[in-house]
């Protein structure tokens, strides 16, 4: 991910050392409670636990800048409330968070572009061969792109949503994990699974003869539940990394994602370089 370390910066850094010095460096907790974002503190960083924007906050700033949620709207509400400066995660349920919420809103910039993909546990060839032939097939005929569309540029085609509750029928299941709310890929209304990744996966099980079920999870519970074997696949805004690639294989990408920064509208954080100063030195 490019980063953008600019001599302002620099300079800006060495002129808070500086004043820090004259002024005799008194730091009280009241300047920590005003939440001021300079180069002499820390910062937090709000993530889903075990996300791609958890694994890249990590990396670029360290384990003590960040605050790990259950999930995003948890992590947004903790900026909301002060407890943290930022929140890093999907472009996409970035944009639900902000429309739901007053005073937020997201950086011009995105952090990283990624690439959503299908994991299944590592030797499961057959599975992985057969899902990821249909995965293409209906990548070929516009049917997928028809679904990103329906959610993300509002189409106006009709969800098709697949129920909470699975339907016992004659045909063998294909056993999907997800983590239900991380709109519009995956989320709850009613007693219905809807989202971008619920309509693939179950346009996959169609052409397959299968009957969809999903397991509702914690995201971090996804790939050790594949990996056992408990679910035959993982869909949840996945991102392929390397990390990932150890634990599981996974299938052509069937969509790209963008990992966002939420801020306040009036916070001290407003380019994503103003994250600057707070990146770890790389060697």
Known sequence: MKKFLKATAIVLVIAMIACFAACGGDKTNNDADANENNASESIKIGVQTNT??????????GEDAVVRYDNGALAVE??????????????????????ANTGLKIL?????????AICFQKGDEDLKKAVDDALKALIDDGSVKAIVDKYI?????????????AVDTDKPD???????????????????YYGIDVEVAKIIADKLGYDLVIKNVAFDSIIPGVQS????????GMTVNEERLESVDF????????????VMEDGPIQALEDLDPYYLPKE
């Open 153 to 165: 540029n509002a189409s106006g085609d009709e969800l098709v949503g697949v129920p909470v509750e």
């Open 78 to 99: 903790a900026l909301k409330n002060g407890k943290v400066d930022i929140v890093i995660i999907d472009n996409e349920p970035a944009k639900s968070y902000v429309a």
């Open 108 to 116: 011009e910039t995105e952090y990283a572009v990624e690439d959503y």
């Open 174 to 192: 294909l056993v999907m994990a997800t983590n239900a709310e991380f709109p519009p890929y995956e989320y709850i209304d009613g007693d219905m």
């Open 251 to 262: 299938s052509t990408s069937y969509a790209t994602g963008i990992q966002a920064v939420i």
């Open 52 to 61: 791609t924007g958890d694994i890249y906050s990590s990396s670029d700033f």
């Open 229 to 236: 074997g408990k679910y035959d696949m993982g869909m949840a």
